[in-house]
């Protein structure tokens, strides 16, 4: 397996797993994602990805939560080790490019690093 392969141990998938972090996690947001963080008890983190129809048609919703897991695929492991992260599009990011993405997303996760750290 590769070594930044994005498997299932790295997914939030279950309806429970996004409730408790709804409604246990610490809230961080900018203009185009709103990020729902809570601890867990596991030795890596692991990400859960929400795009509403409000956001666009399928190929947006799709391009976006494909962006994001390259995103944490790629970087998502240096921030964190044992967090849960429910990251939620905001209708503006349907509008950003891949790149303006990437940076949004890099946005976030530091300010979920310095929220984590204080």
């Known amino acids: 397996m590769r070594a930044n ?10 309806r429970h797993q996004f409730q408790e972090l709804y409604r246990k996690g ?17 030795q890596t983190s692991r990400i859960g990805i929400t795009v509403s129809k409000k956001v666009g048609g399928a190929v947006t919703r799709n391009r976006i939560k494909r962006i994001v897991r390259e995103y944490f695929r790629k970087n998502g492991r240096q921030f964190f080790e044992n967090r849960d992260i429910q990251l939620i ?18 946005h ?10 204080s």
């Open 5 to 14: 392969a994005f498997t299932k141990e790295l997914r939030i998938l279950k």
């Open 108 to 117: 976030i996760f530091q300010k979920i690093k310095a929220g984590t750290e």
């Open 26 to 42: 610490a809230t961080v947001h900018n203009r185009h994602f709103v990020a729902n963080i809570l601890e867990n008890n596991l």
């Open 89 to 106: 599009a905001k209708r503006t990011a349907a509008q950003l490019s891949n790149k303006e993405t990437f940076l949004s997303l890099e």
